[in-house]
């Protein structure tokens, strides 16, 4: 059913430092599934990892190209997806997005959009706006497959 636990980032500074350390983790065919609304920050924490993997800061937000790719500093690639405007799983054939998976690491907007290419082995991260806060977020994070044990490392 996978592991669960709960984050909270109260600010910009917060979501960095959390960016951080999950960024310490990854490594090849790691597939982080980034959820919530609009403007929770979903970006913003992709960001930071690959400001720390693929030193590039200010990364765009891949709304428009639906993929962003980036060198490791380390080797190895890293993909910055945002599938909100995909329609139809055969748009994610054409992308390649399954083969990514299993050797890049992949940083995923909008997975709902996924269907039945959903990895089994997935880190799920869902932002949440904290009532009364402008910029506190809950980051809900569950473990599937690989990921059961180690969101206990993040
Ligand atoms: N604690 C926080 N963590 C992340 N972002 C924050 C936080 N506090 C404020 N923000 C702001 O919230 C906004 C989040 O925008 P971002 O583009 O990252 O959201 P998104 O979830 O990717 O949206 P979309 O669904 O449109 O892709 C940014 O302007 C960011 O500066
Ligand atoms: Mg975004």
Redesign the pocket.
Known sequence: MGMTRSIR????A??DAFSARLAALLGAADVIL?T??????????A?GVIARLCGVKDAP?P?YTIVQLYDCLDGGELWHA?L?RIEDPSELEELGLDEAFDTAICLV??PDRLGEHLPPDRLEIR?ETLEGS????EARLTGYGRWETRIDDI
Do not use: F
């Open positions: 980032l109260d600010d910009l917060a979501t980034l919530g609304d609009l403007g929770t920050g979903k970006t913003t924490l960001r937000s709304t945002d909100y907007e909008w932002l402008q910029t506190g977020r």
